[in-house]
């Protein structure tokens, strides 16, 4: 018998949205959820989503959006609760702690005198940065709009897959004005720019990144980028002029320099539109220009915006649901949504891109992506796109080899930016990426090549000669799962020997558990046991990363019954278990238990299943999905992380979530809704269904998979792919 857990269904709403499919998908999507990075409503310094509001289309180079904030750790660049806009930018990041990066050519519109510096946040006479009506902010999936009070001007953005469209409109004004900070940039400033006015409409140039000037990780990320741009005007160029710091230089038609702006200014008659539309390139500024031709040149604001919408909901409808309440829907499909931002394009409209050895290439058969965090994604992100979107994963995992290869350090960084191997976070996750779609038979990639890489990696970043990692729950444990996905790699490979090896190092784990204590302990280097807080395994960052020995302990998922084992055997695991949920806080966020906000833990719900109890998995995903996901901006309990918070989601609440990806098997809980189709590239359809689904039937009384009758508390990964039902009896257990 497999017990669940359902969210109630009112019959009203299950009526009118029977079928949802017939609705507009990219109208139940709410970019401003998550999209703040306020620390106070977080209960803690990592903050809430960290998501942008601003336009974007699936998987796009381009993300046109408000900024409200410059520096500091808001990765997006903008948040909420702030009362201003400094100015609308054309690429930003999603999700991400630690400082920020991108957030380039950034562009205003304003009226009355020049002004060449954003100002202070919580006074806009400073600068040019203006107050906003927060009442007339809209965002939707490829559009956002305002009006900026200090200049009563209604501000419209959307996004082509390599550019963007900027509408604005004036008031009556004799000095209207759109500006260009050629300089700004999220976490610092570009260090170099250049500009040119190519003719009477358009202008062309360039903005050089480095770490000298901040951004990813404060630089510590190693960001070493340029974003080309080629833009047109609606307006003629008639007036316009440029800034070097704080001289304002006319009667050139282009300049190259440090912290460098232009402005175009004209007289506007009232409700007058202008807009300032542009494509970008990491390659060159022709690969600029030729993606702006190819998606923008003769294109309206209206019709770019339409044709994103379109892109939205062909993306969205690889899922279909109907059940629920408004605002499962839309916390739905609003996290399907964000898990389509990243990995993003890094390839023109040609296939040229900016390798990792400062040369162009060409993408040949897949399309070069970027923005790969590792350690995040690994868990939830990528097993989703392997049912979603499997030539995602192809073009992830040949950008991760061929970026090892043009970088010539010949390993896969865990957490990847434009190039940049910034080193951030812990583990080979993308040994886990490839080990799992390999297994999956996701496999448009040399794979040979790929798994020389993967075995290097492991010897760059591994446990090393001790078998564990000094003073280090977290990377033990990491590291023996990624040797272990190395083992199945050497496995399926005919490799003996390696598999062998990789088999013993993944065990590794088991260095590292103190049977007096009765649990994950680090060691020290000459194998004695690190001295014990008050806490005890409650205590944050004991040999932990981002986390304490009680939430990172339960990170064995390639040898769940050896843990269970050393833990004591099942019941007392159960028991150790079920305590750590139940003194979670409801509200699920950073707490020192089931702390959903960060992502170690984020397999847990789903181990209840693998001790036999498989009614506890239901119970708490659905508590999860209850809590921790709201529609509303600070609906995400912590960072979104590059679309790993909300894969989450749309895994659990479609009824399925891996705990060990390499593995094949999907974990089966309550899904949140009646009926949740998974419409599949390979044109089959599987679909999963909950009967008498109501607030007192919520555990799954029985199940059957294409009418036959179902016992397993799993599915098989390709049993989803053929395609088929599922199909689930909710009730209330005798």
């Not at 990491?478 to 990789?502: G, Q, R, T, V």
């Not at 209840?608 to 999860?624: A, C, D």
Request: net charge negative; with cysteine.
């Amino acid at each position: 018998m497999i017990k669940n857990i359902l969210i109630a269904i009112c019959p009203c709403v299950l009526f009118i949205h029977q079928n949802i499919q017939a609705q507009r998908l990219s109208d139940y999507v709410n970019p401003f959820i998550g999209a703040s990075t306020n620390t106070e409503m977080a209960n803690a310094q990592h903050g809430l989503g960290k998501t942008f509001p601003g336009a974007a289309t699936p998987f796009g180079m381009t993300q046109v959006s408000p900024n409200t904030i410059t520096g500091g750790d808001n990765g997006s660049g903008y948040s909420y609760e702030h009362t201003s806009i400094e100015g609308f930018a054309f690429t930003q990041m999603s999700g991400v702690g630690w400082y920020g990066d991108l957030g380039n050519l950034l562009v205003m519109p304003a009226t009355g005198e020049l002004k060449i510096v954003a100002g202070e946040r919580n006074n806009t006479n400073t600068g040019y940065r203006s107050l906003y009506d927060k009442e007339s902010e809209q965002a939707k999936a490829g559009y956002y709009s305002v009006h900026l009070t200090d200049y009563d001007i209604r501000a419209e953005a959307t996004a082509s897959p390599h550019g963007g469209i900027l509408r604005f409109t004036f008031p009556e004004n004799r000095q209207s004005r759109i500006q260009i900070d050629l300089a700004r940039r999220v976490g610092g400033t570009s260090v170099y720019q250049y500009i040119q006015v190519v003719d009477r409409y358009t202008v062309r140039g360039w903005m050089k990144c480095t770490p000298e000037g901040g951004g990813w990780g404060h630089g510590a990320g190693n960001p070493d980028y340029t974003v080309y741009f080629y833009g047109k005007f609606s307006r003629p160029l008639d007036n316009y002029g440029f800034w070097s710091g704080s001289e304002i230089i006319r009667n050139v038609s282009e300049l190259e320099g440090k912290r460098l702006g232009f402005f175009t200014e004209f007289a506007t008659v009232a409700n007058e539109t202008v807009t300032f539309k542009s494509g970008i390139s990491f390659v060159d500024m022709e690969g600029a220009e030729k993606n702006f031709k190819a998606e923008l040149a003769n294109a309206s604001f209206d019709k770019v915006y339409q044709s994103t919408r379109k892109l939205w909901d062909k993306a969205l409808s690889k899922i279909s649901i109907s059940g629920g309440t408004e605002e499962e829907k839309i916390v739905f499909y609003t996290a399907l949504y964000h898990t389509m931002i990243d990995p993003r394009l890094f390839s023109d409209v040609d296939g040229r891109y900016p390798g990792g050895d400062k040369q162009i290439h060409h993408t040949g058969k897949y399309n070069r992506r970027t923005i790969f965090s590792g350690w995040d994604v690994f868990r939830s992100q990528f097993p989703l796109q392997t049912i979603i979107n499997p030539s995602l994963v192809n073009d992830e995992i040949n950008s991760l080899i061929d970026l090892a290869g043009e970088s010539g350090k010949n390993y896969y960084e865990r957490w990847e930016f434009l190039n940049a191997y910034s080193g951030c976070m812990i583990g080979n996750p993308a040994i886990s990426v490839l080990a799992d779609a390999y297994m999956k038979g996701i496999r448009d990639y040399d794979i040979e090549k790929a798994y020389n890489i993967a075995f290097n990696t492991s010897k760059v970043s591994g446990n090393g000669e001790l078998g564990y990692t000094a003073d280090d729950i977290s990377r033990t444990l990491e590291y023996a799962y990624s040797d272990w996905c190395m083992s199945l790699l050497a496995n399926a490979l005919n490799k003996e020997a390696d598999k062998d090896y990789f088999s013993g190092r993944a065990k590794a784990y088991q260095l590292i558990f103190d049977r007096e204590t009765g649990w994950f302990r680090p060691k020290n280097a000459d194998g004695t046991w690190k001295e014990l807080p008050d806490r005890g395994r409650l205590k944050d960052d004991y040999g932990c990363v981002e986390s304490n020995p009680y939430q990172q302990g339960w990170f064995v998922p390639h040898d769940i019954q050896g843990m269970v084992a050393l833990m004591g055997g099942e019941a007392k695991t159960i028991a150790d278990l079920t305590e750590f949920f139940e003194k979670t806080p409801n509200d699920l966020l950073w707490n020192s238990y089931y702390n959903h906000a960060n992502e170690p833990v984020h397999h847990i719900p789903f181990l209840f299943n693998r001790l036999n109890v498989p009614h506890l998995t239901q119970k708490w995903s659905r508590h999860i999905c209850a809590n921790a996901y709201h529609n509303k901006v600070e609906g995400l309990v912590g960072n979104e992380d590059v679309g790993q918070m909300s894969a989450w989601y749309v895994l659990a609440a479609s009824g399925i979530h891996p705990v060990c990806p390499g593995e094949t098997r999907f974990e089966l809980t309550s899904p949140v809704f009646d009926k949740i189709s998974f419409n599949l590239d390979n044109g089959k359809v599987f679909t999963i269904t909950a009967k008498n689904n109501s607030p007192q039937n919520v555990y799954i009384l029985s199940a059957k998979l294409n009418g036959k009758p179902y016992g397993k508390y799993y599915i098989d990964y390709q049993d989803i792919m053929k395609g088929g039902k599922l199909e689930f009896i909710l009730g209330i257990p005798d």
